[in-house]
């Protein structure tokens, strides 16, 4: 039976796994050339490609998943992947755990704005981040009880975070 596409032009599962594969053989030349061990695995979910890469040397991505870095890289990826396919991608790239990481740190920083509105304070503003970021935020602000909204455009987008 063929896939279909929403009306939003969602990629594909077969599309997916077309980019992750891409990517898989990005990184994997990228590591080659750094002379890193790693062990990629794609995963396709949510209308994204997933591409995680870990080792069991645990100094050997350490220089790579600092998040600066991890971002850097998941755009340069993202750039090979729509070189190849000729479509926009929204891959996520994760090394050395770099994502859960972030995600730690961004459950506190949404614990600290519940604190100060708890405390009083009719909102609580965070910085600018991704929209990747962003959709994390909103879930975690959710899932505490609170509601939150984009605000801002471009590299100023931020969330609020209210009651």
Do not use: C, N, W
């Not at 990005?26 to 590591?31: A, K, R, V």
């Not at 490609?49 to 850097?72: F, M, N, Q, W």
């Not at 000729?86 to 704005?113: K, N, Q, T």
């Amino acid at each position: 039976m063929p896939e279909t596409e929403s009306t939003e032009d969602a990629p594909t599962t077969s599309q997916l796994e077309e980019e992750g594969d891409i990517a898989a053989d990005y990184i994997e030349e990228l590591l080659d050339i750094a002379d890193l061990d790693g062990d990629i695995e794609i995963d396709a979910r949510g209308g994204r490609a997933y591409l995680s890469v870990t080792s069991s040397e645990s100094d050997s991505l350490r220089v790579l998943s600092k998040p600066d870095t991890v971002g850097a890289l998941q755009e340069l990826t993202r750039i090979a992947v729509q070189t190849k396919t000729g479509s926009f991608s929204r891959l996520i790239l994760d090394i050395g755990g770099s994502r859960d990481a972030r995600a730690a740190e961004l459950a506190a920083l949404v614990d600290r704005a519940v604190e100060r509105i708890e405390a009083g304070a009719a909102s609580a503003a965070l910085p600018p981040m991704s929209s990747y970021e962003r959709k994390l935020v909103h879930d975690i602000v959710s899932e505490r009880g609170f509601t939150s909204e984009s605000e801002g455009e471009g590299k100023d987008r931020h969330t609020v975070i209210t009651r």
